[in-house]
């Protein structure tokens, strides 16, 4: 037997992030290891995390769920990209979409065509070029193509699902696997007086708890990083100032669309996240620019539909842990961070975090080379993240209130003006091929938000093979004509994964 194999795992706290944690350990890990996942029924979860981006896809596929009874169970709903609206100024949409732009040619990629068609005097937004958002603004659906030179085989989805229903599915899948669900709440973190690691939790009714590694997913609490620990939280609100949400559910008025939308208002943001059952509908907010009252009247006053709930009031702080991994420690969801949820990164980060932690499996001793890897590059990540979110905020024409105007002329992360500055010039970015965000996304945002290079780049000069009008219109007509194959995403989930509350 080796004695240096940790045999105990205690994940604490039952929500997103901890039963996404439970499952993919439960599957990974062989037996001869025990898991516990502690939660509290009278603390509750966060309850809201219903909109995802495409790689939730390989996090289900790589735990064997099947995608039509997971959308089922948990009355899921796809997602193709996102609608902003009233972003860069009032009255203006333009859509994120997920997978590619168009086709590629002469090994240059669609967008810098489409940059010299604009240059050119044409005015059709890059997004019109995406079959994703041709599928999206008619409502339709279908998988993607699997032949390459096909347009419909460049875009990718992911879903809207009831976080509360997929803790749930993940909850069953898990103790299938045999972990062990304590309920209780932990009133005392133990250390060992030498090396500082965790050594029990303490539960109210006096039952201890050991383990070998802990991961906390105490979301804002952080119970064990930061209360134990005393692991610091680095603010980012210089930049993301939102830090209040109210989240309500109301039924439907109208057929389920493929996509999310955000509406930018005074002070920050509305979601609109359709169900198969109901609509999720939200408001985002700066505390310092709008009062509570303000923001939950705005929202009641635009929502459609019956009100399902109560409006629920959330407080959230912006920013990461200092360190991810501390001791025997490890830090999922929100007590690692957060981003706010524009882009719908958070599940994301969750599951980052998890594939990251299954990689650098540490021994017992929780090496320290192991946890340097994994926060230098959990830190890149989220700080790839913050500065892609801040874009939208900053990128704006609005100057209608003062939080937008606070937007426009705040200072950026380093990192975000270097990108601005690459792009301005001749539309080229900094990528780096392990982030997140790749050139479509930003290109999406950044024409969406009408942040366009002062020429076009030179090489596109030399590109005179193509006739670019005939081309650029014949794409669009494909994609007008092909999207009207295909079945209306409503038929799509009532063929394949009708949810049913029965
Ligand atoms: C307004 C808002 C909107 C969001 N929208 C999205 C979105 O669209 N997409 C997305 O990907 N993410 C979104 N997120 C983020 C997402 O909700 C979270 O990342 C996700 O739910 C994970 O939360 P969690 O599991 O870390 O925390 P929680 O859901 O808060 O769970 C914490 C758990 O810890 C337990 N716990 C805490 N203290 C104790 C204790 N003392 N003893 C025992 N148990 C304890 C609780 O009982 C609970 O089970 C959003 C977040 C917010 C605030």
């Known amino acids: 037997m080796n004695t240096e194999q940790i045999k105990n795992i205690v994940i604490v706290g039952g929500g997103s992030a901890g039963w996404m944690t439970a499952a993919m350990l439960a599957h990974q890990l062989e037996s001869n290891i025990s898991i516990a996942l502690v939660e509290s029924d009278s603390i509750g979860t966060v309850g809201v995390g219903e909109a995802t981006i495409p790689p939730i896809k390989s996090f289900n596929r790589i735990l064997g769920i099947d995608e039509n009874d997971f959308l089922k169970k948990c009355n899921g709903s796809i997602k193709l990209g996102i609608s902003f609206e009233n972003w860069p100024r009032k009255n203006h949409q333009y859509f994120h979409p997920f997978g590619r732009f168009a086709v590629d040619f002469d090994y240059m990629p669609f967008p810098y065509f489409w940059q010299k068609y604009q240059a050119s005097g044409n005015t059709t937004p890059l997004h019109e070029y995406a079959s994703a958002w041709q599928l999206a603004k008619h409502n339709k659906f279908s998988l993607p193509a699997k032949d390459p030179k096909s347009l419909f085989s460049g875009y990718d989805y992911a879903y809207h699902f009831d976080a509360g229903l997929y803790a749930n599915y993940l909850a069953d899948y898990a103790k299938k696997r045999g972990v062990i669900r304590q309920e209780g709440k932990i009133t005392q973190v133990n250390c060992h ?132 991994w501390h001791k025997n420690c490890v830090a999922i969801g929100l007590s690692a961070g957060f981003l706010e949820p524009l882009e719908s990164t958070s599940l994301h ?154």
């Open 349 to 502: 980060l969750v599951q980052r975090a998890i594939m990251r932690l299954v990689y650098l499996f540490p021994s017992k001793h929780c090496e320290a080379v192991n946890q340097k890897l994994y926060n230098q590059q959990t830190v890149e990540e989220y700080e790839h993240i913050r500065d892609f979110i801040v874009l939208h905020y900053h990128a704006t024409e609005r100057d209608d209130s003062e939080f937008w105007r606070y937007c426009q002329h705040m200072a950026l992360p380093t990192a975000l003006t270097e990108q601005l500055a690459l792009f301005t010039t001749h539309g080229h970015l900094i990528l780096n091929g392990k982030d997140l965000f790749k050139q479509d996304n930003w290109l999406a945002v950044l024409t969406g938000q009408n942040i366009l290079p002062k020429a076009v780049a030179p090489i596109m000069s030399f590109k005179q093979r193509l006739d670019l009008p005939r081309t650029m219109k014949s794409i669009l007509q494909t994609l007008e004509s092909n999207v009207k194959q295909l079945p209306k995403h409503q038929q799509y989930l009532q063929q394949h994964c009708h949810f049913s509350t029965k």
């Open 193 to 324: 007086a030498d090396n500082g690691f965790i050594n029990t939790v303490t539960l109210e009714s006096g039952q201890q708890i050991s383990g070998d590694l802990f991961i906390d997913c105490s979301g804002a609490n952080a119970l064990l990083i930061e209360k134990a620990l005393g692991v610091n939280f680095i603010d980012w609100s210089d930049n993301l100032l939102c830090d209040r949400a109210i989240s309500v559910q109301t039924s439907h008025q109208k057929s389920i669309s493929p996509y999310t939308r955000s509406i930018a208002e005074q002070a920050g943001w509305q979601w609109r996240i359709p169900l198969q059952t109901r609509m999720g509908n939200g408001s985002v907010y700066s505390s310092q620019f709008v009062d509570d009252q303000t923001a939950m009247d705005e929202l009641l006053s635009k929502v459609e539909g019956e009100l399902l709930t109560d409006p629920k009031m959330i407080k959230f702080k912006v920013g990461r842990r200092e360190s991810f």
